[in-house]
């Protein structure tokens, strides 16, 4: 049984920072590319940032230079650092495991950034 568990969310001021975690099970994780996506309110669901297996790394514009992915292949985990956070990037996040045909999503974590 696949699981992604994430972790890490809350309610942080503007500016402020919050490193979301992503644990993983069931899969081969280091063949994965593993990802962020976060969908705020009224909002479709959004990439941040992707990770692949080799370690490269994608974000999105309005995250760049602001957040960090990385991943922990012995433990299973994908991390999500985010610094000098807005209100806008107030979402639920959503880690996410993507190989070829096979991807699955965890449960979400609720970021909320007060003005």
């Known amino acids: 049984q696949v699981q992604l568990v994430e972790s890490g969310g809350g309610l942080v001021q503007a500016g402020g920072s919050l490193r979301l975690s992503c644990a993983a099970s069931g899969i081969v994780f280091s063949i994965y590319r593993m990802g962020w996506y976060r969908q705020g309110p009224g909002k479709q669901r959004e990439l941040v940032a992707s990770i692949r297996s080799g370690g490269s790394t994608t974000y999105a514009d309005s995250v760049k230079g602001r957040s960090t992915i990385s991943r922990d292949n012995a433990k299973n985990t994908v991390y999500l650092q985010m610094n000098s956070l807005k209100p806008e990037d107030t979402a639920v996040y959503y880690c996410?495991?993507?190989?070829?045909?096979?991807?699955?999503w965890g449960q979400g974590t609720q970021v909320t950034v007060s003005s």
């Open positions: 996410n495991a993507w190989y070829i045909t096979r991807t699955y």
